[in-house]
Structures are given as structure tokens and as C-alpha cells.
């Protein structure tokens, strides 16, 4: 099967090796590909990386081999009673992000790029960063005014240059895309390129085989969304499958101080972000929101505001149980402690530990 990307906006169709980062209509790609029906059988036991789920990913060669760097794997912890997390930050670069830059970089691997352009707000550009010193491949990263020092020195740390850009997170990325166009080099973004999605994705695929199941409330800080869109085609995956019988409501979680999704209908609201702890998800304008907002996932969803307040005494209340973590994620448990004080939930729940705590300083 020839596999490419499609626009959702115009339907035109685009290979795999093109170098514009989204469609001549201005349509964000879409993955051009359906995975074969999920099955237990069809996952690699001798690999403990995400390309164990490689069956299910739109891979056409062996050159992962030269990208992974044992991503994936993390534990699904039972931590309190009806509620799970996700060590997702026990991994290479100490964030999430690595599931879906393993799968970009392999895209970059295969159809030649010898230097990419990224923006980020720092777990992202730490992802791609060391991906693309393990595939041999040069790459500068975008970071805005107000990054943790630490995630820049990562970045660097890495091989990568890093540009810190004197604007909000918007901004660069902005700043970022103009120069990827104006000098023609490749934009290896993880919110535009759809690669990073089926790396993301098996955050899903590693719940279900871990659990046998999947909890029936997912809670998922989004900014860009990049879990949440790989969470919600693997969810869709096992639903067509017919290996679960329904599906888990997700909670999008975003911070009280910058919410454009949070009321919205179609798109994304106007809205003028401030200063907050969760600058993981401090994205004023996501690129794809109207595709995180629109009806991709058949099953329930809402979007809750993690209250800013709370946000320090969650990540302390964490790592007295051992668990230290960067303040996006624990934005994410003080929007669930919030959330399971007003109403308690039906079902049990898990929360996604997207970054680890030495990555911020705030």
C-alpha cells in the first residue's frame, strides 16, 4: 500500500518525502493510512521500544533500528484507588515527547533530510534534538523567551543549536516556520508533520497490553495536542478492532491561565495568554485545533482547567509519593484532584506523567 499524507481541507494527496509542511490551501496534512486490525499477535515481543507496535504504523523500512533509543516501555502505575499514571517521563530524554519524535525522525531518516528546523517549548525541542544526533542529522530548535535553562542546555547538550527567541510561544513558532521556508530547510515540527502522531499513539497500545483494558477516564493536558490526537487514533484503532467495547471519556486538560479550547465550538477561541506554571501547554494558538475540536473520536470528551493555585501543591503532593515532576503534569493531577472534589467520577482513571521535574525550575 502507497502510503502519504492527504488534506483534510482540500483532500489533495502529498508523498511521504515532501518538503512543504502543509498543504498549497494552507490545510494541515493528515496521515494517508489505515492500520490493519489490532491484534496481540501482530506486536513484537523481542523489541521494548514503541516499534514493537510497528505493525501498526505506517513503516516501510528497517531504518528505525537506527533511530530508537528505547523510548516507550514506561510503567502504568495503580497509585490511589481508581487511579493510574503513566511514568511517561522515564524515558531518553525525560518527556513523552519521545514516542513521537522517535517516529518523525524515522521519517526524516528515510527520505533524506540532512537538517531540520523546530520550534518548541522545550520537551519537544529535546526530543527531536537527540533523535537527530542519533540519526546523524543536523538540527536547531526554536525556543521562546523564558524557557527553563535546563531544557535549553539539553538542547545543546545534544549537538543541536538552540535560538532563544525573544516572544511568546506563538511567536516563535512563527519566527521558526518563516525561516524554515525562507531558506528551505526541513520544518520537523511535532504539531505539523503527522509522523508524530503514530509515535505518540502507542501510549495507547502500551496501557491496553499492560492493563488489558483501558481505564475508563483519560486525562490529557493539551496545548498542541500531540498526545491527545495519538491517544484518540489508537482509542479508534482498538474500538474498530473490536478488542475494547467502548470508549473512555477524555478529558482535555488545559491551564486556567491559557484556554483556548476551553468553551469553544469549531475552533479554537481568541484568547491572550498569561503567565503560567503549565508552559508545556501554553499554546495560545494551536495549530490544530480545529481537528482536536472537531469529530474524530467517537467517544465522550471535555475540556476542564487545571486552577493555577493549585498547581504547586499537586507537584509537591507528587513527589512526596515519589514522583517528581514538571509543573504541566501536575497541572494535569490538580486538574483531576479539582475536577473529583465537585463530582466523583464513574470509573476508575489515568493520568499521563508527561515530563520529569528536573526539566523545570520555576
Known amino acids: 500500500m502507497l502510503i502519504g499524507f492527504i488534506c483534510p481541507d482540500c483532500g489533495a494527496k502529498a508523498p511521504l518525502n515532501i518538503l512543504d509542511y502543509k498543504c498549497a490551501c494552507g490545510g494541515l496534512f493528515v496521515l494517508d493510512y489505515t492500520p490493519p486490525a489490532y491484534s496481540a499477535d501482530l506486536i513484537d515481543p523481542t523489541e521494548w521500544n514503541i516499534f514493537r507496535y510497528r505493525a501498526f504504523m505506517p513503516l516501510e523500512n528497517e531504518f528505525w533500528r537506527d533511530v530508537t533509543l528505547g523510548e516507550g516501555m514506561t510503567a502504568t502505575l495503580p497509585y490511589q484507588e481508581g487511579l493510574y499514571l503513566k511514568l511517561d517521563y522515564a524515558m531518553p530524554t525525560l518527556s513523552f515527547k519521545d514516542r513521537g519524535a522517535a517516529a518523525l525522525i524515522w521519517l526524516c531518516k528515510t527520505i533524506g533530510i540532512s537538517r531540520v528546523l523546530q520550534d518548541s517549548s522545550g520537551n519537544a525541542g529535546n526530543s527531536v534534538a537527540a533523535y537527530c544526533a542519533r540519526a546523524g542529522i543536523d538540527c536547531e530548535i526554536y525556543v521562546p523567551k523564558g524557557t527553563s535553562p535546563k531544557k535549553i542546555a539539553m538542547i545543546e547538550a545534544h549537538g543541536a543549536s538552540c535560538t532563544v527567541f525573544d516572544g511568546s510561544r506563538d511567536q516563535t513558532a512563527d519566527a521558526c516556520r518563516q525561516k524554515a521556508a525562507q531558506e528551505g530547510i526541513y520544518y520537523a515540527n511535532h504539531v505539523y508533520n503527522p509522523l508524530f502522531y503514530e509515535g505518540t499513539k502507542t501510549f495507547i497500545y502500551e496501557v491496553f497490553e499492560q492493563l488489558g483494558r483501558i481505564p475508563d477516564n483519560l486525562f490529557i493536558p493539551v ?33 486556567e491561565r491559557c484556554a483556548p479550547l476551553y468553551g469553544a465550538q469549531g475552533s479554537p477561541r481568541d484568547i491572550t495568554p498569561e503567565e503560567t506554571y503549565a508552559e508545556g501547554i501554553a499554546i495560545g494558538k494551536p495549530m490544530r485545533g480545529r481537528q482536536i475540536l472537531g469529530g474524530g473520536y467517537a467517544g465522550p470528551r471535555g475540556v476542564i482547567l487545571a486552577p493555577e493555585a493549585d498547581i504547586l501543591s499537586a507537584r509537591q503532593a507528587l513527589a512526596r509519593d515519589g514522583l517528581f515532576v514538571e509543573h504541566t503534569t501536575a497541572a494535569t493531577y490538580a486538574a483531576y484532584q479539582a475536577l473529583v472534589r465537585r463530582s466523583p467520577l464513574e470509573g476508575d482513571a489515568l493520568i499521563p506523567l508527561c515530563g520529569a521535574g528536573l526539566k523545570s525550575e520555576k
Do not use: F
Request: hydrophobic content about 40%; some cysteine.
Open 223 to 255: 496545548g498542541n495536542g500531540t498526545l491527545l490526537l495519538g491517544c484518540q487514533q489508537a482509542l479508534m484503532h482498538l474500538y474498530s478492532s473490536k478488542v475494547i467495547n467502548r470508549l473512555p471519556k477524555l478529558y482535555i486538560v488545559q491551564s
